[in-house]
């Protein structure tokens, strides 16, 4: 069965760090793009982050740019988005998702086909 798992969400204070992790179960991560993705409550869902499969590249949204970074652990089979300097608009329900993509990856949510459950990212004082 194939199982993406979010974990490192939480209660932070504005200008404080937390790092999400991606675990998954029944595939290997290296041979998918995976993506970073939040909702916040009343808003649609929005990209944050992918890393390919390919080399490793990424792409970040600019409300998260400088703040916001995303890496993997293949030896693992885990991806980390590790989040800086938050602040309360980056509250909300934090997704991943894999999907098999060549070269570059994106953001564009059709190109995805695992998600997992989501883990909360509340920021606030």
């Known amino acids: 069965q194939l199982q993406l798992v979010e974990s490192g969400g939480g209660l932070v204070q504005p200008g404080g760090s937390l790092r999400l992790s991606c675990a998954a179960s029944?595939?290997?991560?290296?041979?998918?793009?995976i993506g970073w993705f939040r909702q916040a409550p009343g808003k649609e869902r929005e990209g944050v982050s992918c890393?390919?499969?390919?080399?490793?590249?990424?792409s970040t949204g600019d409300s998260v740019k400088g703040r916001f970074s995303i890496s993997r652990d293949n030896a693992k089979n885990t991806v980390y988005l590790q989040m800086n300097s938050l602040k309360p608009e980056d509250t909300g329900v934090y997704y991943c998702?894999?999907?098999?993509?060549?070269?570059?990856?994106?953001?564009?949510?059709?190109?995805?086909?695992?998600w997992g459950q989501g883990t909360q990212v509340t920021v606030s004082s």
């Open positions: 998702a894999a999907g098999r993509m060549y070269y570059h990856c994106t953001t564009y949510e059709p190109r995805y086909n695992y």
């Open positions: 029944g595939f290997t991560l290296d041979a998918y793009a």
């Open positions: 890393i390919s499969s390919a080399d490793g590249s990424t």
